[in-house]
Structures are given as structure tokens and as C-alpha cells.
């Protein structure tokens, strides 16, 4: 029996409060980062301003200089509120713009810009107190070994100073709306998935306790996952509705249905619980989770795509149009849009299928009857397989096909049983590949609508091979 613990919070607030977070931590981060940045980029913009000036007087003034000369370099290139100090290599003060009674200083030497200057040539130091006028200072000292000495420029902290050192906080205002207006978006996309989702468990609990699900109560969004969640409805009350088939009903849609929609929700609940109550966890464990949460997402996605596809053929076949279809090029497209995976594997692909193959039916079911195919080979034969598809007759009027592999192949008493729903040759194999138990029912049902029939069998390989045809030429 399904059972589930009472939440506090609906899936659709825990999934919005996760993306909240996540995305809270990016833009804070961002936020820093270009705080910090632009602190450090005007620091250095000031340091270096009094750097050059620093330089010039050395390269003005060389070694002989004293107190006259100082004080007549700064007249002539004069900034204002700008305080210089001369410092020998001793730490010992030999002039000073601002205090006269420089001699009487204490040495210099413990000075932090002081220090860094004799380390690396030139050192500053954002705010700090001078000692010896009680003001707030920015200094930037530079050293001069080959003359002895310090030079030291620094400005006090004021209005201007403290502007052209202030961080533009324009972006601030820009992030904070760009900010507001995502979590809108993202408020109103969770809030339509929960929608999906709490409607998907109230069918699962009717579909368990064989409710009336065909009362009105169970209704979803006008969206793309709307569609599908009511597709699946609609396929277990026509169902529902057959006394003949109610124990096949309540074996296939309430157990398999159920539980294959419950597995990935759950999954995707179970991850993002986590990283909600672990707000320390470090940033590689995080991604890591986010990642299992979309392969589960893509999972539940095929899944829904899968049951969509089967129920149209079943309840709507007249919707589907047939037209003249070329075999050949449905392969082709088969392959290159596995190619990539296939080479991951190693797994080679030939078709054998003359390019004058027509036949007359629905492009959309005989492209699916080829990628389930390829898909189910591509999965679960193996590595280095080589997969063949051919045809292997002809008649007046239709044509046979054969889609083999030589890989793993399963056991003779499974394969009456590869075309029904939800069927796994091996459970934890099959889920781990990522299957969604639906591929070869949708094979089995799309050759059927084309009037054909399909058998699987060992080939001489020793892999899986299918046989299906009687499907009328074009």
C-alpha cells in the first residue's frame, strides 16, 4: 500500500525554496566577488596615482635632497590635502609636509607600508591612524635603495578620498531586480510542477484504492506535463471502465504506473530535502545532487513521453497521417541520433536497407519502431556490439525487416514476455540504463497499426533479434 509521511511544506514550496537557495548563494557570491573587486581595482588605482608621484620626485630630486627640495617639488606639483614623508632606510623620519618637528618623530620602520615597501619595492596601507597627527591616512610608500630611502605620499580620509574610493553600487540595484524577477519565474514554474505532481499522487492513490478517477476531482495545468499526467488519467479510466480487464488494470497502471511516476519524484524529493537541510554542504556534493535531480527529471520526461505515445496510438490511431516513408533515411536518422553514445561504446551501426525502400505509413510511429530499437540495443546488448538492420523480404506488397545485435541477448523464457508494459528482463539493470519499460510496447503497437507483425528471437550472433513486417509498400 502507498504510504507517505505528512510534509509540512507542498513539493512545489520545498522545490522553490532549494532553487531559492541555490540561487541566493550564486548571486551572493557574484555580489561579493564584484564588490571586492572593484574595492580592490579603485585601491590600486589610488596606490598607483601616489606610486607615480613617488617616483617622480626620486627621479626629480635623486640623491640630494633635503627638506628645501621636498618642500619646493611639492609646491610645483601640488596635490591638494597631500602629505609627504621622508623616511630613511633605518626607519628614521628626515621630513615631513605636515609636522615640522619631523626629528622628534618615532621611527618608522614597524610601519605596515613601510615593511611591504621594503619587501617589495612599494607597499600601502588602506586606513589607518597616524600616530603622529591623530588622522585617518592613506599611504603608499615606495623604497629607493640605490638612494636610501622612503618616500612616502598618503591622503586623509575626507569626503573626497572616501568617494573616489566608494564602490559603484549601480549594480547592486540591477542584480536586485534581475534577482526578484527569476524568482518569480522560477515561483510560478515550481508552483505548475507541484500542481502536476500533487495531482499525479491523488491519481496514484485513487488508481490504489480503485476510486472513481473519472469524477472530475483529478485535474492539471494547461501545459506540456499537463497533457501528458492527463493522458495517463484518461488511459486508466477508459481501462477502468472494462470490467474485463479491471485485474489487469489494477496490476499494470496501479502498480507499474504508480511506482514507475513515484520513483524519480521521490528521488528528486529525497535530494533536494537534502541539500535544503544541509546548507554547509560543500559546492561539489551540492552539484552532484542537482545533477541526479535533472537525470531524474529527464527520466520521469521519458516516461510521460512514452505513455503519451501509447495511448495515442491505442485510443486515437485515426490522428496519426501515413504518407510514403523511406526506410533508409528513417535508419540514418536513427543512427546519428545515437551516434554519440554508440561511440562512447564502441558499438557499430550498419544498414543494410536499400535507399529505394518505401513503405506507406506514419513516419512519427516508424521512426519510434527504429529508435526503441536502436535504444534497447544501444542500452543493454553491451559494448562493442555491431548492430545490422536489413530486410530480409519482400513480397508483392510489403516488406520484412530485421533489426539484430550480438550482444548479451537475454534468456529464452523472457522473450514472450519483451512486448508488455513495464517488463524487465533484469529490474536493477533496467533502471540503472534508464529505461522506462515502455519501448518494445510501443514497437509492438506501432507495427500493428501499420497491419504488420513483430517476433523476437536469439539471433545467430547470439544477441536479440527482431522480426516484424508486413508493412505495405508505397
Not at 537541510?277 to 551540492?286: K, V
Amino acid at each position: 500500500m502507498m504510504t507517505s509521511g505528512k510534509r509540512w511544506f507542498p513539493f512545489s514550496l520545498r522545490l522553490f525554496f532549494s532553487v531559492t537557495l541555490l540561487f541566493t548563494a550564486f548571486v551572493s557570491c557574484f555580489v561579493l566577488f564584484q564588490y571586492h573587486r572593484e574595492k580592490t581595482y579603485r585601491i590600486d588605482v589610488l596606490n598607483t596615482r601616489l606610486q607615480d608621484y613617488n617616483s617622480f620626485m626620486s627621479q626629480s630630486l635623486a640623491s640630494d635632497i633635503d627638506s628645501i627640495s621636498i618642500a619646493s617639488y611639492i609646491e610645483h606639483h601640488s596635490i591638494a590635502s597631500l602629505r609627504v614623508t621622508l623616511i630613511a632606510s633605518n626607519g628614521k623620519v628626515l621630513y615631513d609636509s605636515r609636522d615640522h618637528d619631523f626629528a622628534s618623530m618615532p621611527n618608522h620602520s614597524g610601519r605596515r607600508e613601510i615593511m611591504m615597501a621594503f619587501r617589495n619595492g612599494s607597499g600601502y596601507s588602506v586606513k589607518r591612524n597616524s600616530e603622529t597627527t591623530h588622522d585617518v591616512y592613506f599611504y603608499s610608500a615606495t623604497y629607493f635603495p640605490e638612494y636610501g630611502y622612503f618616500i612616502r605620499s598618503s591622503l586623509p580620509y575626507g569626503t573626497v578620498l572616501s568617494h573616489i574610493l566608494s564602490v559603484d553600487r549601480n549594480y547592486l540595484w540591477f542584480a536586485s531586480v534581475i534577482y526578484l524577477l527569476l524568482l518569480a519565474v522560477m515561483f510560478l514554474y515550481s508552483r505548475r510542477i507541484g500542481i502536476n505532481i500533487n495531482q499525479l499522487r491523488l491519481f496514484a492513490s485513487k488508481a490504489e484504492n480503485d476510486d472513481d478517477i473519472a469524477s472530475g476531482e483529478i485535474r492539471f495545468p494547461n501545459d506540456e506535463l499537463g497533457d501528458i499526467s492527463g493522458n495517463i488519467v484518461h488511459l486508466y479510466t477508459k481501462l477502468q471502465n472494462s470490467e474485463d480487464d479491471k485485474t489487469r488494470l489494477k496490476r499494470q497502471l496501479t502498480q507499474n504506473v504508480a511506482h514507475e511516476l513515484k520513483t524519480p519524484v521521490s528521488s528528486i524529493q529525497g535530494y533536494l530535502e537534502t541539500i535544503v537541510n544541509d546548507p554547509d554542504m560543500d559546492e561539489e556534493t551540492r552539484a552532484g545532487f542537482i545533477e541526479r535531480c535533472y537525470a531524474q527529471s529527464v527520466r520521469l520526461s521519458e516516461l510521460l513521453r512514452d505513455i503519451s505515445l501509447l495511448t495515442k496510438i491505442e485510443d486515437a490511431p485515426a490522428s496519426f497521417g501515413t504518407a510514403s516513408v523511406n526506410i533508409c533515411e528513417i535508419v540514418n536518422s536513427v543512427r546519428s541520433e545515437y551516434e554519440k553514445v554508440m561511440a562512447e561504446k564502441k558499438i557499430r551501426f550498419f544498414n543494410l536497407v536499400d535507399k529505394d525502400v518505401n513503405v506507406k505509413g506514419i513516419r512519427q510511429l516508424l521512426y519510434s519502431v527504429f529508435r526503441n530499437l536502436t535504444e534497447n540495443s544501444v542500452k543493454y546488448a553491451g559494448d562493442g556490439v555491431i548492430i545490422t538492420v536489413k530486410v530480409i523480404k519482400e513480397t508483392s506488397d510489403s516488406y520484412y525487416f530485421s533489426f539484430a545485435d550480438n550482444g548479451k541477448g537475454v534468456d529464452p523464457e523472457h522473450l514472450p514476455h519483451l512486448f508488455e508494459r513495464f517488463y524487465r528482463v533484469d529490474d536493477g539493470r533496467s533502471r540503472s540504463a534508464g529505461g522506462t519499460g515502455l519501448g518494445l510496447a510501443i514497437v509492438k503497437n506501432a507495427v500493428k497499426l501499420h497491419n504488420g507483425t513483430i517476433s523476437a528471437g536469439i539471433s545467430r550472433t547470439g544477441g536479440l533479434e527482431f522480426i516484424f513486417g508486413g508493412i505495405g509498400k508505397a
